[in-house]
C-alpha cells in the first residue's frame, strides 16, 4: 500500500467518525505501562517517601532509636554555610557536565557525521565516535586515579607540560587550591563526559534524511548554515534528552569529587550529595543527610519539570507547525 | 493473519529508498574527491581531540605493565622499564576473576534487558498510546530516578533483607533495572512520540492488535534506539558502584569494580596491579560497545519514515 | 477496578517496609550450637595478607569448625558496615576501623556485641595495656564515645602510631646528622631548605597532616588535656597553649619552606611515592609504611619516634575485629579473637614490624609455623629493623604515650582538620583561623553526640 493511498483512507475515516477513531486509536495501551510503574513505586516510590519519613527525625542510624524533630533538620540546613555553597557549586557542575559538553558535543557529532563520516567515510567517524566515548566506559574509580596523576601539583602531567614546555615558574597547585580546584573537577567532568552526547546526538543524525542535506548543499547552504538549518531542528527531541540528563547528573555528581578532593580544600569542591553522604556515612545523622537528600531531590524535580516543560512546548509548537504547512 | 503485509512493503519500501539514497550519497562522495586542505585539517583536530580524550588511558596502560618499585621510583608518567606481567597475574589471582567477570556480565545483561524491555513497554503506552497524564507519568519517573542513590539506600536495604535478598544479585539487576528505565522510557517516548501515524493506522487496519503492532511495526523501526540504550545500560550496570557496594558482601556474589576496588586497602595500594585490573576490566565493556557501536548509525529510526 | 489494585498495591509495599523497619529493634540473638564462623576481612595495613595468613592457621587448628570467609575492601567496610553488620546474614566477626566514629558509633546504634565477659573470661585485660584497652571500650549508651569506662566492643591485636622516617642517604649526601632533639630537626630542616630541597614529603588531603598537627599539640599536652579533648571529660580550652602552638608551628613550618605549600591538594600514595622515590629526605607519617618504605626505597633509610613526643604521641591500635549483635556464634566468634592474640599470631606481626602487644621475647622467623610465613619473604632481609620499629614502640607503649589520633572526638573532625590544615599550607587562613575552624567542627561533633 503507498503512501497516498493510506493517507486519503486515513482523511476518508477521519471525516467519517473522528473522535471514535481516535479513542480507538488510542487505547488499549494502558497496560503495558504497569511492569514499570509497580518496579517504581516499589524500588524508588515507597523508599522516597520512607526518606523523607526519616528527614522528620533525629536518628544515628542502625538499630538506634527515632526521634521525631519535626522540620527541625530542615530548619537547621537554612543557617548551614557548607550547605549552601554545596548547592551554589552545583551551578560549576551543571556548566562542566551539561552546558560544555553539549556544545562541544552538537559541534563535533555534526562535524563527525556531515563532514569526516562523508569525505573519510563511516568508519573513520564511528572510529573517532568510539575514542570520544571511551572515558564513558571507564569506572569512576579507575578514573580518579588517573587524573589525580594527571593533576597531582608536583609530578602531574599538566604541571609536568606547564613547567617543561612553557617554562612555568609557580606552577598551579590544582587539587590544593581551593580557587582552583572546582576547575580541576570540572576538568575531569568535562573530559567524561564528551563522548555522552556524541554518541546521542550521531544516532539522532542516522535518522534525519540525507535528502534535506542535499538539497541544502545544492542550493549552496555551508556547513554552518546546514547545522544550524537542519541539524539543530532535526535532533531537537535528543538535545533535550541530553539536556535534562546532562544536568541531573551534574546535580547529582558524587565520584569525581569523592576520587579527587573529597570536597576540599577547605570546602571549596563539596556537592549537595557528597555532603548528605558525608552526614549519611561519615557523621551517622542520618535525618540530616535525609534532609539534604530531599531538598537536593526537590531541586532536580524542579529543574526537571521546567526543561520537561519548555520541551513539551517546543513539541507542541512543532506540531502545530506541521499542520499548518 | 501473519504480519501486516502493507506495513512491511511500506518500511522495506522505506529501507531500501534510503539505502538508494546511501548508495548515490557514496557514489557521488567517490566522484568528487575535491584536494581540498581543509578537509585533513578537520581531520587532524578531530584525531588530535581523540588522543588528548585518550590520553590518561595510555597513563593506565602504561602503568600497567610496571613493577611497584619501577613505579615508586620513576613516578606515573615514564616508561616502564621493563615488561611486567605481575600486575596483572596478581589481580587475575587475588580477585578470582573469572567468577567476578561472569557476576559483572550476567548482571549486567539481564539488567539492561530488563531496561529496555520496560522502556519500550513504557513508551509505547506513553509515546503512542498517549495514555492519559502520560507527560506526569514520565516526569514522576525521571524524578524518581534523580534522587541521590544515599537518599533510598537506607529503605532498600531493609526491605530486601526483609524479604531474604540480602546478598543476592537479582537486586542489583531490579535496582539498576528500574533506574536505567525510567531514562529509557524517557528517551523512547520522546521519539516515539513523532512515530508515523500512517503505519499504525495502517497495522490496525490490517486488524494488528497492540502486541503485534509492538513487535511488528513499532519494535523493528525503534531497533536502533534500542540498541543504543541497550550499549548504555549495560556500561553503567557493569560500572555500577554505590548499590553493588552495599548489597554484595561476599566475594561470590561481587562484580569486577567491587573487585578492583578490594584492591584498595586503607593505605594500601599496589598501582600497577590496580591499572593492570583496570586495564582487563575494561576490555569487556570496550569490546561491547565496539561491537555493538555498528548498530548505532544503521538509523532506520522513526523519523526517516517521515 | 484498576483503583483496586493500586490501592493493594500501594498497602502491599507500605506494609513490607513497616515490617522490615519495625524489624530492627534490638534484641538478643539466639545462639545456635552449630560449629560454624564465618569471618569478614580485608588487606589492611601492618602486612596485607597477615589475616590470611592467620585463618589459616585457625582453620588447621580446629577442623570441626566450618570456616567461612568474607573478603571484603576497607571501603566497603568504612562506608556499610552499619548496614551490611546488622544483616541477618552478617558475618560472626569482622575487620572493622577502630574509634568513636565508627566502632562507637555502631556500638551506640547496637549493632556491636557487648564483648567485656570474654574480655575477663579470656584474660584480654592482662594481655593488652591499659592505654589501648581504651580503644577497644565505648560508652554505647552515651553516643558511643570512646572511654576506660566503656564495654569492650572490639578486640585490637596490634598497635599503630607516628613517627618521622628519614632518608639516610639525602642527609649523609648534604653532611646532615640524623636530629635526635626538636631543635636538631628544626635545624636539619633549615639546612635543607638552605641547599634548595624540601625537606618534608607531605600531603594535605588524608591524615598526615592532621597527624603532624595533633603531634605539635600533643608536644605542649597533658593526659588530663587528651581525656578532655578524646573521651570529653572536661571542656577543651582553644585558646590553650598545645592549640595555639600546634597551629602556629605548622603555619611557621610551611613559611620556611620546611612543609611543601603544594601539598594541600595531595594524598597519602602521592606523599609515600615522592619519599621512596628519593625526593625528600624527612616523611612525618604512620608505622603502616614501615613495608613500603624499606621495599620501594632505593635507599638507606631509618626512623625515630618524632623528638618531644615521649610522653604523648600520637598513635593507636590497628584496626578492631568487632562481633555484630545479630551473630549467631559469638563463643567462637571470641575464641577467634583470642587466637588472634595467641604468641603464634602475634609473633608473625612482630617479624612484619606490625607492633603487636603479646609476642614472646624470643620470637624468630623460624620458629613460626608454617601457615604463617610470609610466602614473600618480604620482611626475611629486615628482622633487624623490623625489631627496632617494635622497641620503639614498645618504649611508648611503656611511657603510656599512646594518645589516640586527632579525628576520633566525632565524626566530623577528619574533613574539618584537613580543610583547616589545607588553609595553612596553602596560607589562606591565619593560625587563628585555622584553630577557629577546628573548634567550631570539634563543638558541633560534641553536640551531636548529645554533650
Same mark, same amino acid.
Given at each position: ?53 526519616? $528527614? ?7 538499630? $538506634? ?54 569525505? %573519510?567515510?563511516?568508519?573513520? $567517524? ?153 552526614? %549519611? ?45 | ?54 590520553? !590518561? ?199 569486577? !569494580? ?49 | ?69 568474607? &573478603? ?73 564515645? *570512646? ?12 598497635? #599503630? ?27 636539619? @630542616? ?20 592532621? &597527624? ?21 571529660? &572536661? ?5 590553650? #597553649? ?26 597519602? #600514595?602521592? *606523599? ?10 624527612? *616523611? ?25 613526643? #615521649? ?36 609473633? @608473625? ?103
Amino acid at each position: 500500500m503507498s503512501r497516498t493511498a493510506t493517507s486519503a483512507h486515513n482523511k476518508r475515516e477521519r471525516n467519517a467518525n473522528e473522535k471514535i477513531y481516535e479513542k480507538r486509536l488510542r487505547s488499549g495501551y494502558g497496560r503495558y505501562i504497569i511492569p514499570g510503574a509497580i518496579g517504581t513505586v516499589v524500588i524508588l516510590l515507597i523508599p522516597f517517601v520512607a526518606n523523607i519519613w526519616i $528527614s522528620l527525625h533525629n536518628w544515628r542510624g542502625g538499630r $538506634s532509636k527515632m526521634k521525631f524533630i519535626g522540620l527541625d533538620n530542615y530548619i537547621k540546613l537554612i543557617g548551614d554555610e557548607k550547605f549552601w555553597t554545596s548547592f551554589s557549586n552545583s551551578i560549576y557542575m551543571i556548566v562542566a557536565m551539561a552546558v560544555i559538553p553539549l556544545l562541544i558535543g552538537l559541534i563535533l557529532s555534526a562535524v563527525l557525521f556531515d563532514y569526516i563520516g562523508r569525505e %573519510f567515510g563511516g568508519k573513520t $567517524s564511528s572510529f573517532l565516535r568510539a575514542c570520544y566515548y571511551i572515558p564513558q566506559i571507564l569506572p569512576v574509580g579507575v578514573a580518579g586515579i588517573l587524573w589525580n596523576w594527571i593533576l597531582n601539583s608536583q609530578t602531574g602531567a599538566i604541571n609536568r607540560i606547564l613547567a617543561g614546555f612553557f617554562g612555568v615558574e609557580k606552577t598551579p597547585d590544582w587539587l590544593g587550591d581551593p580557587d582552583l580546584a572546582i576547575y580541576a573537577v570540572m576538568l575531569m567532568l568535562i573530559w567524561s563526559q564528551i563522548g555522552y552526547p556524541v554518541v546521542i546526538f550521531m544516532s539522532a543524525l542516522g535518522r534525519v534524511d540525507p535528502e534535506l542535506y542535499e538539497a541544502a548543499a545544492l542550493d549552496g547552504a555551508g556547513w554552518w548554515r546546514r547545522f544550524t538549518a537542519i541539524t539543530l531542528p532535526q535532533i531537537k527531541p535528543e538535545i533535550f534528552v541530553v539536556v535534562l540528563t546532562c544536568t541531573v547528573a551534574a546535580l547529582k555528581v558524587f565520584g569525581p569529587v569523592y576520587m579527587l578532593t573529597k570536597g576540599g580544600p577547605q570546602s571549596s569542591t563539596l556537592v549537595p550529595s557528597y555532603y548528605s553522604y558525608i552526614n %549519611f556515612f561519615g557523621k551517622s545523622q542520618i535525618g540530616y543527610g535525609a534532609a539534604i537528600a530531599s531538598v537536593l531531590a526537590i531541586l532536580i524535580a524542579i529543574v526537571a519539570a521546567v526543561i520537561m516543560v519548555f520541551q513539551n512546548r517546543s513539541a507542541a509548537r512543532e506540531r502545530e507547525g506541521a499542520l499548518n504547512a | 493473519m501473519s504480519m501486516s503485509s502493507s506495513v512491511k512493503n511500506t518500511i522495506q519500501g522505506r529501507m531500501t529508498a534510503i539505502e538508494r539514497k546511501d548508495q548515490i550519497k557514496r557514489e557521488t562522495a567517490n566522484r568528487r574527491k575535491p584536494m581540498n586542505p581543509m578537509r585533513w585539517v578537520i581531520l587532524v583536530a578531530c584525531v588530535l581531540l581523540a588522543l588528548i580524550i585518550l590520553s !590518561p588511558l595510555f597513563l593506565m596502560v602504561l602503568n600497567a605493565f610496571k613493577t611497584s618499585t619501577d613505579y615508586t621510583q620513576n613516578g606515573p608518567l615514564s616508561l616502564p622499564s621493563e615488561l611486567y606481567f605481575g600486575g596483572l597475574v596478581n589481580f587475575w589471582k587475588a580477585t578470582n576473576f573469572p567468577i567476578k567477570f561472569w557476576n559483572s556480565l550476567w548482571i549486567s545483561v539481564v539488567s539492561a534487558l530488563l531496561s529496555v524491555g520496560l522502556s519500550l513497554f513504557n513508551a509505547y503506552a506513553l509515546g503512542i498510546g498517549r495514555v492519559r497524564g502520560s507527560a506526569w507519568i514520565v516526569a514522576l519517573f525521571m524524578i524518581l530516578t534523580m534522587l541521590p542513590g544515599e537518599g533510598f539506600i537506607y529503605p532498600l536495604f531493609y526491605m530486601f533483607n526483609a524479604v531474604g535478598m540480602g546478598n543476592s544479585q537479582w537486586t542489583i539487576v531490579i535496582i539498576c533495572g528500574i533506574i536505567n528505565m525510567a531514562f529509557g522510557t524517557y528517551l523512547l517516548s520522546s521519539v516515539m512520540s513523532t512515530f508515523p501515524k500512517e503505519l499504525l493506522e495502517a497495522a490496525q487496519i490490517d486488524g494488528a492488535g497492540r502486541w503485534r503492532t509492538l513487535w511488528g511495526v513499532v519494535f523493528p523501526i525503534m531497533k536502533s534506539n534500542c540498541a543504543v540504550l541497550f550499549i548504555f545500560f549495560f556500561i553503567w550496570t557493569w560500572n555500577e558502584f554505590y548499590f553493588t557496594l552495599i548489597f554484595l558482601t561476599s566475594g561470590d556474589t561481587q562484580t569486577i !569494580p567491587l573487585a578492583i576496588a578490594s584492591l584498595q586497602g586503607d593505605r594500601i595500594m599496589d598501582v600497577p596491579t590496580i591499572n593492570a585490573g583496570s586495564l582487563i576490566s575494561l576490555v569487556p565493556a570496550f569490546l561491547f560497545f565496539l561491537v555493538f557501536q555498528r548498530t548505532l548509525t544503521k538509523g532506520i529510526t522513526a523519523g526517516a519514515v517521515k | 477496578m484498576r483503583k483496586s489494585i493500586r490501592t493493594a498495591i500501594a498497602a502491599l509495599s507500605a506494609s513490607a517496609l513497616l515490617a522490615s523497619l519495625a524489624a530492627c529493634g534490638g534484641s538478643e540473638t539466639a545462639q545456635s550450637e552449630e560449629k560454624e564462623l564465618t569471618i569478614s576481612w580485608y588487606y589492611s595495613s601492618g602486612g596485607g595478607d597477615t589475616w590470611e595468613r592467620a585463618i589459616n592457621l585457625y582453620k588447621k587448628q580446629n577442623p570441626d569448625i566450618k570456616i567461612n570467609e568474607v &573478603h571484603t575492601s576497607f571501603p566497603q567496610m568504612q562506608k556499610n558496615a552499619a548496614l551490611t553488620l546488622q544483616a541477618d546474614d552478617a558475618p560472626d566477626v569482622a575487620l572493622y576501623n577502630q574509634g568513636t566514629s565508627s566502632v562507637g558509633n555502631l556500638a551506640s546504634q547496637g549493632i556491636l556485641a557487648d564483648l567485656s565477659e570474654y574480655a575477663d573470661q579470656y584474660g584480654w585485660t592482662d594481655i593488652l595495656p591499659e592505654s589501648i584497652q581504651t580503644v577497644a571500650k565505648y560508652k554505647a549508651d552515651d553516643g558511643g564515645i *570512646m572511654s576506660p569506662e566503656g564495654q569492650w566492643y572490639g578486640v585490637p591485636v596490634n598497635g #599503630e602510631f607516628v613517627l618521622v622516617y628519614y632518608n639516610q642517604d639525602m642527609f649523609d649526601a648534604n653532611g646532615i646528622e640524623i636530629p635526635e632533639t626538636f631543635e636538631d630537626l628544626e635545624n636539619a @630542616m633549615q639546612q635543607f631548605v638552605d641547599k634548595g630541597i624540601t625537606p618534608v614529603a607531605f600531603e594535605g588531603n588524608e591524615t598526615a597532616s592532621q &597527624h603532624l598537627w595533633y603531634q605539635l599539640a600533643l608536644s605542649k599536652a597533658d593526659r588530663q588535656w587528651v581525656n578532655d579533648y578524646q573521651s570529653y571529660e &572536661h571542656d577543651v580550652d582553644f585558646s590553650g #597553649e598545645p592549640f595555639t602552638y600546634a597551629a602556629d608551628k605548622f603555619s611557621e613550618w610551611v613559611q620556611k619552606g620546611y612543609l611543601p605549600d603544594n601539598s594541600g591538594g595531595l594524598v597519602a #600514595e602521592d *606523599m609515600i611515592t615522592q619519599f621512596c622515590a628519593g625526593e625528600y629526605p624527612i *616523611m612525618f607519617s604512620g608505622s603502616w609504611w614501615f613495608g613500603r618504605v624499606n621495599q620501594d626505597g632505593n635507599f638507606k633509610s631509618t626512623f625515630r619516634a618524632l623528638p618531644g613526643n #615521649e610522653n604523648l604521641n600520637t598513635g593507636a591500635t590497628g584496626k578492631l575485629w568487632v562481633v555484630p549483635e545479630t551473630s549467631k556464634h559469638k563463643d567462637l566468634a571470641a575464641d577467634f579473637l583470642n587466637f588472634l592474640l595467641s604468641e603464634d599470631v602475634q609473633n @608473625m606481626l612482630a617479624t612484619e614490624a606490625g607492633l603487636p602487644f603479646n609476642a614472646s621475647d624470643d620470637y624468630s622467623l623460624d620458629a613460626l609455623p608454617d601457615e604463617l610465613r610470609n610466602p614473600l619473604k618480604t620482611f626475611d632481609e629486615m628482622q633487624e629493623s623490623a625489631k627496632e620499629f617494635n622497641d620503639v614502640f614498645e618504649q611508648l607503649l611503656d611511657n603510656d604515650a599512646i594518645a589516640l589520633y586527632p579525628d576520633w572526638p566525632s565524626a566530623g573532625m577528619y574533613d574539618a582538620l584537613n580543610s583547616a590544615l589545607q588553609g595553612l599550607i596553602n596560607g589562606n587562613s591565619t593560625p587563628e583561623q585555622a584553630t577557629d575552624e577546628i573548634k567550631a567542627a570539634y563543638e558541633e561533633g560534641k553536640s551531636d553526640l548529645g554533650l
